[in-house]
């Protein structure tokens, strides 16, 4: 079911140094930053040859990713995300198999304006895993 790792996404509490980080320190391709509000999130995306790095910023009042920032000061690995065909036939799948699919259990658009889910880490091997049809 599954296909490639798409990204890893980090947390970050500094976009601007992180971005810095990544493209003056390391060399890498950079997008600009992108606001999801319905995520709660602003993304910069580390373009690498065989995948992605997601750096993650909060955004708005009950962004996800404050509270793992309030516990990881420095920031940290969030999730990594993982290639579908169908997110459909992915829901269908994981819930055939009691894996909870975080929010309202339907795929949102998500930073590459493809449908993802969120499956919840205690179902994941303690990993949060998003799902991002391709
Ligand atoms: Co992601």
Redesign the pocket.
């Known amino acids: 079911m599954i296909g490639k790792l798409n ?1 890893i ?1 980090i947390a970050v509490p500094d976009l601007g140094k992180a971005t810095e980080f990544y493209h003056d320190i390391l060399g890498a391709r950079v997008s600009d930053p992108l606001d999801l509000p319905e995520h709660g999130v602003t993304t910069v995306f580390v373009e690498l040859e065989n995948t992605k790095l ?1 750096l993650l910023f909060p955004l708005g009042e009950n962004s996800p990713i404050a509270a793992f920032l309030q516990k990881n000061s420095a920031g940290g690995i969030h ?1 990594f ?1 993982l290639e579908v065909e169908d997110i459909d036939a992915a829901i269908e799948q994981a819930k055939a198999h009691d894996i909870r699919i975080l929010g309202n259990g339907s795929a949102k658009i ?2 590459h304006g493809k449908p ?1 889910i969120f499956i919840h880490p205690k179902d994941a091997l303690g990993c949060l895993v ?1 799902f ?1 049809e391709c």
């Open positions: 990204h996404a997601e999730h995300c998500g930073a993802v998003e991002e």
